[in-house]
């Protein structure tokens, strides 16, 4: 759906944001609708800090918004029709009805913005059309939630237009619902609930049960620190069978220790628990084992930041990683070298990110061992055969909101 920009390390610039897109978006829908847009919207992608995994088993998670934006112009429509173009995308407008969407039968790049209508409209809200071009700076497969934030983006501007009156939190559960129903992915709540309510300097400490939300202040520059993300290059897909099948074996876990979801198991009694799973259940033990002890290094992670002391995260963070690898089993030879390397390189601490199987790591560091850093990575890589990574600064921006 959108395409990474540019290479090596640099900060994000100021052509990410949405409000500096706003004009070229605005402008492209003229050109392809032959009116001006209502309006224009962005909302982010995202990068989680720390608790991977968990949201889809009630836990805690602890993401922070990117500046890079899917940004959508849009306008209403009461005839029934919408119509949808990317800017990433070679190909059209593509013309739906809105009374033919249907979960599944769309497996294209329009299955996002369509089923955020499908939602909105199986919800009781009268959405009647729209006309929508999108452009989005978001990294798609990198583990950064470029669909979320497509999804939250449409979401948004049909809230606004329809005068819905719904919030953050309710477009979000829409948005996930969409995914999961319309487009047919596994996903958990967290990725649209970052995209549509992450605020500027903040990691959002947020409770997956009850969407329950606390904003950590996370200003990493004050502290002479820096996160870095390293994207991978290595693509992958969460609406395909290996993030199902760990959604799955979770859920068997739960059932089997007859709890309503693993985030109901107490880090102190995880022994216990799992010396209760039967035999033959090493692959359940190794999930269970993963969710609760990463639902305690959220915690942990709180905890320590409200503290004041961050750089006490980074073996947080690299413990996390490690249960990643070896317990949930999701990470690669790309995100191994990029954690084991930049450790090696003088980092506080460095993981995967996203949900696995390629995407992106981050890495925190001092600001004076960044390019030492950056650079150890960028050779490995090399010596290693790999595609060059994509490394770049993260900072802690705004979530969804109206820019023109």
Known sequence: MTKGQGQGMNAMSESTTGEAAAGAVGERFRELYGAEPQGVWAAPGRVNLIGEHTDYNDGFVMPFALPHTAVA?????????????????????????????TPGADKNWTAYPAGVVWALREAGHAVTGADIHLASTVPAGAGLSSSAALEVVVALALN???????????????????????????????DQTASACCGSGHALFLDTRDLSQRQIPFDLAAEGMRLLVVDTRVKHSHSEGEYGKRRAGCEKGAALLGVDALRDLPYAGLDAALERLGDGEDEVRRLVRHVVTEDERVERVVALLEAGDTRAIGPVLVAGHASLRDDFRVSCPELDLVVDT???????????????????????????????????VEDAFTTAGFKTPRVFEAVPSAGARRVA
């Open 73 to 101: 112009a849009v306008s209403r429509r009461d005839d029934g029709i919408l119509r949808l173009h990317s800017a990433e995308v070679a190909a059209p407008v593509v013309e739906l009805t809105v009374d033919s969407l």
């Open 160 to 190: 606004d237009l329809y005068a819905l009156d719904l919030r953050g939190w309710q477009l979000a559960r829409l948005c996930q619902r969409a995914e999961n129903v319309y487009v047919g992915a596994p996903v958990g709540i967290m």
């Open 342 to 376: 930049a450790v090696a390189s003088g980092a506080l601490g460095a993981r995967m990110t996203g949900g696995g199987f390629g995407g992106s790591a981050i890495v925190l560091a001092e600001e004076t061992d960044v390019p030492a850093i950056t650079k150890a």
